[in-house]
């Protein structure tokens, strides 16, 4: 028997996924080439700057053979300024703008390498934080206070979503654009669960408003201007 999945990605999912994105890292040690499914990683050399995998990096960083370069937007100031702009107005931060003369848009452009823009939060800001600053603390400048602004970050926006659930129940529209996918996977159960309850609530004012249509009917109410069309027949 097959099992039911449930729909969109799950939050494990999600970390997985962001695994592929590209941080910088500096090698403390020579490393020969690889030929990966994503593309071939160069032949590290020390202390040349390279753009690895989140999970090689986080390996290589395990091994002590490199350290990771954080983003730009993982740092005090940055999260300050994007924190500020949270409390500050209604809706998401903007994400950060993309480069210029590129095809691709988030999740697919590099948004955690060094050279990363420090404006706005990137697609997998939440699940690769928590990765950093898990494996790779003592490469995060400030780390306590950095891991201190991102819980700020979460429970300003988590409540951003909330309310936006209720605007949901008011038959308004939401506006989400800037939202992580983290954020996305773990605030789908309920935002899923009130507009399942809204379209049943819906269903259930169309089926009531049917049966007194047809209730009317039956009684003869409404059913004036086919009474008078008759009339009108029967004088001509």
Avoid at 92 to 118: I, M, R
Wanted: proline share 12%; glycine share 10%.
């Amino acid at each position: 028997m097959a099992l039911t999945l449930p729909p969109g990605l799950t939050p494990p999912e999600v970390a997985f996924l962001c695994e592929m994105e590209l941080v910088t890292v500096i090698p403390r040690q020579r490393l020969e080439g690889l030929d990966l499914l994503g593309g071939p990683i160069p032949p590290l050399q020390p202390p040349h700057r390279a753009p690895l995998p989140v999970w090689l990096a986080l390996l290589l960083k395990r091994q002590r053979r490199a350290n990771i370069l954080p983003p730009p937007w993982l740092s005090v100031p940055a999260l300050t300024q994007i924190l500020s702009l949270e409390q500050e107005s209604p809706v998401f931060s903007p994400p950060p703008p993309l480069p210029l003369n590129s095809d691709a848009s988030p999740p697919f452009v590099p948004s955690a390498t060094a050279d990363a823009s420090p404006q706005g939060l990137p697609y997998h800001w939440l699940e690769l934080g928590e990765m950093l600053l898990e494996a790779a603390a003592d490469d995060v400048p400030e780390g306590d206070n950095v891991r201190r602004l991102m819980r700020d970050l979460r429970e300003v926006r988590m409540a951003k979503m909330r309310e936006g659930v209720k605007m949901l129940e008011g038959g308004r529209e939401v506006r989400v654009v800037g939202v992580g996918g983290m954020e996305v996977a773990e605030g789908r159960a309920f935002i899923g669960g009130v507009v399942d309850g809204l379209r049943k609530i819906g269903a259930s004012k169309e089926l009531s408003r049917k049966e007194k249509e047809a209730e009317e009917r039956e009684n003869g109410i409404g059913g004036g201007d086919e009474d008078e069309d008759d009339d009108m027949d029967m004088e001509m």
